[in-house]
């Protein structure tokens, strides 16, 4: 029986290492080049972001060669978020501030507050940031050259991921995990279904045209998880998506500490993996994959486990390396997987036993609403 086990789980290893090799090929950064007279609208939600809102529109205006605007929308802030943008805006007249309306029943916050966002801007092109996110030179003229050249409607990268805990650093890279080691990126690129949309929540770029035509943010009112629910609102309008690197464009601190990490994972988990059907198959193959082979280590050693365990961590060296995240936590990846199941089963229960979802401050039904995308 354990060597059965040892070679299941070897396999469930080699699985994601051979996707990413092949993936990592498809997942580049933009040309090195952008398009003359780019004009793009920077849009920024922002609820209590008085840390980190100065930082981020600074350096969205300091990106060269685009007309630009960048318009945040104050979401009923109750720190000096907005007194920050009004400064800046008396400095600049790119910037604008917008007060966010009462939130509407049946909308999440953010989805509310890009879609408000969405009505306010004057360009062809909209990026919406998150206020964390901080665009590296010359980084908006190769995403919008990107957008061009691909054809999409909506176009999105990871940024670099800043981590500065060990809770961040085990858990925050697990997105690379996924997205490289689970997603075909061939199905995404040569198919239209919507199932193989995928995008980052933190910083998306689209044509104005097609975001209409997908029905903007409205089509995904009561989602939590816009990286999921928005592209796929794309393609079920016909429009393709796509993915690149923004490793090098962009940096974003998402969480700060292990709570934050917990409960932002946990947000968006039911229209993700944590459902009654996905769930069950991503403990098989995160567990299986990742976590059995050094369980099989212990109790029986041999080279399959062995080989298997270490296939498991070179995928997350390999990571680490290529997309700048923590060594430590790429080290302790079996712990770092363990502790992502354990945010998504929590996540699954909560969400049966019908206690809503809290994200800044507001409470959000643990399924979508009739109207939703998600």
């Known amino acids: 029986m354990m060597v059965e086990l040892a070679w299941v789980a070897l396999a469930l290893a ?116 998150d206020a964390d996110v901080r665009l590296e030179p010359n980084a908006l003229g190769r995403m919008v050259a990107y957008l061009r050249d691909s054809g999409a409607g909506l176009v999105s990268g990871f940024p670099r991921q800043v981590t500065g805990t060990l809770g961040e650093a085990l858990v925050i890279p697990m997105i690379h995990v996924l997205l490289l080691g689970y997603l075909p990126m061939l199905g995404m690129r040569f198919s239209a279904h919507p199932g193989f949309g995928a995008a980052c929540g933190q910083l998306m770029l689209v044509d104005r045209d097609a975001y209409a035509e997908a029905g903007g943010h409205a089509a995904i009112r009561t989602s939590l998880h816009d990286g999921v629910t928005l592209p796929r609102a ?19 601190r998402m ?72 060594l430590v936590g790429a080290l302790l990846h079996p712990v770092g997987v363990l502790v992502m199941l354990a945010i998504q089963w929590t996540a699954l229960v909560r969400s049966a036993f019908g206690r809503p979802s809290v994200w800044r401050g507001r409470a959000y039904p643990t399924s979508p609403l009739p109207g939703s995308d998600g």
């Not at 979401?75 to 400064?87: K, L, P, W």
């Not at 794309?234 to 974003?252: K, Q, S, V, W």
Request: aromatic share 6%.
């Open 255 to 326: 969480y700060q500490g292990f709570g934050q990490v917990w409960a932002g994972f946990s947000k968006n988990a039911t229209e993700g993996m944590a459902t009654p059907a996905a769930l069950p198959v991503w403990t098989v193959l995160l567990f299986g994959g990742h976590v059995l082979p050094w369980l099989l280590l212990a109790l029986s050693p041999g080279w399959v486990p062995a080989l298997a365990a270490g296939v498991g961590v070179a995928l997350r060296l390999l990571l680490a390396v290529r997309y700048h995240q923590s």
């Open 14 to 129: 080699l699985l994601p290492l051979g996707m990413c090799l092949v993936n990592m090929a498809l997942y580049r950064a933009p040309p090195l080049r952008t398009v003359p007279n780019a004009a793009v609208s920077i849009l920024i939600p922002a609820r209590n972001e008085e840390s980190s809102i100065a930082g981020a529109v600074l350096a969205a205006l300091a990106q060269p060669g685009v007309e630009l605007e960048v318009i945040v929308l104050d979401d009923h802030s109750t720190d000096n978020t907005a007194a920050i943008v009004r400064g800046l805006a008396a400095r600049d007249p790119r910037v604008r501030l917008a007060a966010a309306p009462p939130l509407p029943p049946g909308w999440s916050g953010k989805q509310h507050a890009c879609h408000v966002l969405g009505t306010l801007a004057r360009h062809p092109v909209l990026l919406f940031q």
């Open 234 to 252: 794309f393609r079920r309008a016909g429009h393709r998506t796509d993915l690149f690197d923004a490793t090098g464009l962009a940096r974003c």
